[in-house]
């Protein structure tokens, strides 16, 4: 069956930059897109950006241009999210979400990264 | 970028009633590239309906989506207790997908 796991929680000083990793199981990595969701505490979703595992191509959400790169490593079946000049309102759950292999609707979710941004 | 519009905001009713969520886009969304998630606390989304009105793998039937354009509704028939969470819709016909603001259905 498809697994998403996810990194462990991260504390992150403003300014920083965080990296979590998504690693993939019970399917072939490079034939499905990977996206990028985060949530702040009780607010809604966001997306930020998706992945082809098979080439690397991404594409990112108009708002983290410039501070959000998306990657993968195919021998590991892991794609990464790092996220750069953290801010408060940053803080936030982090998904990785696999499409469905031909529509990129997202269907099968990682169990979330917290990321908290404090001082 | 798409901006999708959801409503009620809240949705106050009791198990066996009949729901109606709404999902409005400021323009039309292509070939219908609109799915419904469930999310209850804690647990990441969880994919009900793609293409306005295909149920997702093992989603029963009392969900069911429709519309078209720029107009799409969520319909749950006999509500369970289970079905009490919030409701996010998603376009993704665009190369940026956007999410709704949510609508949370609570227990009247």
């Known amino acids: 069956q498809v697994q998403l796991v996810q990194s462990g929680a991260e504390v992150k000083k403003p300014g920083a930059s965080v990296k979590v990793s998504c690693k993939a199981s019970g399917y072939t990595f490079t034939s499905y897109y990977m996206h990028w969701v985060r949530q702040a505490p009780g607010q809604g979703l966001e997306w930020m950006g998706i992945i082809n595992p098979s080439g690397g191509s991404t594409s990112y959400a108009q708002k983290f241009q410039g501070r959000v790169t998306m990657t993968r490593d195919t021998s590991t079946s892991t794609v990464y999210m790092d996220l750069s000049s953290l801010r408060s309102e940053d803080t936030a759950v982090y998904y990785c979400?696999?499409?469905?292999?031909?529509?990129?609707?997202?269907?099968?979710w990682g169990q979330g990264t917290l990321v908290t941004v404090s001082s | 970028e798409i901006v999708l519009t959801q409503s009620p905001g809240t949705l106050s009713l009791s198990p066996g009633e009949r729901a109606t969520l709404s999902c409005r886009a400021s323009q039309s969304v292509s070939s219908s590239y609109l799915a419904w998630y469930q999310q209850k606390p804690g647990q990441a989304p969880r994919l009900l309906i793609y293409?306005?009105?295909s149920r997702a793998t093992g989603i029963p039937d009392r969900f069911s989506g429709s519309g078209s354009g720029t107009d799409f509704t969520l319909t749950i028939n006999r509500l369970e207790p289970e079905d009490f969470a919030v409701y996010y819709c998603l376009q993704y016909g665009s190369s940026s997908l956007t999410f709704g603001q949510g609508t949370k259905l609570e227990i009247k």
């Open positions: 979400a696999r499409d469905d292999g031909g529509n990129y609707v997202p269907v099968n």
């Open positions: 293409g306005a009105s």
